[in-house]
């Protein structure tokens, strides 16, 4: 009898919906090893901003802020990983919120041209003295496909967006249509398991990020940012610098805008980033979801394969019955 391919588990979420303690869990009920699918956990030094769990997690501080990360090299250190851990008998559990790295891993990205940092320079220079949105509108009249799935304030990936076409003249778009392929890593020889978590009600999740983020300031998170903005080797144009929370107290920091407002803007963007995180969940296919409530339970609606669950179990419980159902799992 043939083997059965090895599991690969994918956790997914917005940003504070509890997939990181939910993963915790699961690792420590099973022969699982966690993988982290996140942007800012890659780097040195950004630790109470992003949320760095305690947990081992591989993928995590594996670059210093000075340095770039690509979803490219995402998916090729996790092909890596992963391989790794199955060979030792356990299965690999992928966690995290960068969507765009999931991607790359499951699906594989296009080939693009290589970062152009003049044409990003210039770019950023127009944004600063005319707006995002204008950038935004830039790359609507010539890319309308990539515009329409890239928020007017998402700088980094307008800027990306728009530097492709004018590095190449060939619009995102074709270079996503024509490079679209397959991978051929981990994720095509594994028995693939998508979850994401995210409570019911939005309005839940907004407090659970405002509750987030007055705790990491009390732990000190303005200390962390100043810390890194007293490197003369770092800067705001940087991607480590650009997650979510670092960039408005580095603004701050910089005696752009008050700290009261720096702390508005940071939860707005944290805000947005998880409205983002939903929208590219919305449409993943082959995903199962666990619907939270209040308290963090499983909320009234949510069911399993197996059936209708009871509401206030634990995400644990149904995200085990799930795995089992699917996965063959065992404790």
């Known amino acids: 009898m043939a083997l059965a391919a090895p599991l690969l588990i994918c956790l997914m979420g917005p940003t504070a919906s509890g997939k990181t303690d939910l993963a915790i869990n699961l690792a420590r009920q099973l022969d699982c090893e966690l993988i982290s699918v996140d942007s800012a956990l890659v780097y040195r030094g950004l630790d109470i901003g992003s949320a760095k769990p305690d947990f081992p997690h591989h993928l995590i501080n594996i670059r210093d802020p000075a340095e770039a990360y690509s979803a490219a090299e995402f ?51 127009e944004a600063a003295a005319l707006g995002w949105p204008s950038i935004h509108q830039q790359l609507l009249r010539v890319d309308p496909e990539a515009a329409s799935r890239i928020h007017p304030q998402h700088s980094q990936r307008l800027s990306r967006a728009l530097e492709v076409y004018r590095a190449s003249g060939k619009t995102l778009t074709e270079w996503q249509r024509d490079g679209a392929g397959g991978r051929q890593g981990a994720a095509a020889y594994c028995r693939v398991v998508q979850i994401a978590i995210c409570p019911a009600d939005r309005a839940v999740l907004h407090r659970r990020i405002e509750r987030r983020f007055a705790a990491m300031m009390a732990s000190g998170l303005l200390a962390e940012v100043r810390a890194l903005w007293q490197r003369p080797d770092l800067h705001e144009g940087l991607p480590a610098m650009r997650a979510v929370g670092y960039r408005q ?52 609606d949510a069911t399993t394969a197996a059936g209708q669950c009871a509401p206030g179990e634990a995400p644990l419980g149904l995200a085990m019955t799930y795995l089992q159902a699917r996965g063959g799992l065992s404790r």
Do not use: C
């Open 249 to 300: 107290l580095w603004r701050h920091l910089a005696g752009e805008s008050s700290l009261q407002d720096a702390v508005a803007a940071a939860l707005a963007a944290t805000r947005q980033l998880a409205k983002r995180q939903l929208t590219w969940l919305r449409k993943w296919p082959d995903l199962k979801w666990i619907y939270t409530d209040h308290d963090g339970n499983v909320a009234e």
């Open 75 to 125: 998916a090729t250190d996790a092909d890596t990983v992963v391989a790794d851990i199955v060979a030792r008998g356990k299965t690999p559990l992928l966690v995290g919120g960068s969507m765009l790295y999931f991607k790359a891993f499951l699906e594989g990205l296009a080939e693009m041209p290589p970062a152009d940092l003049a044409l990003r320079q210039a770019i950023e220079a």
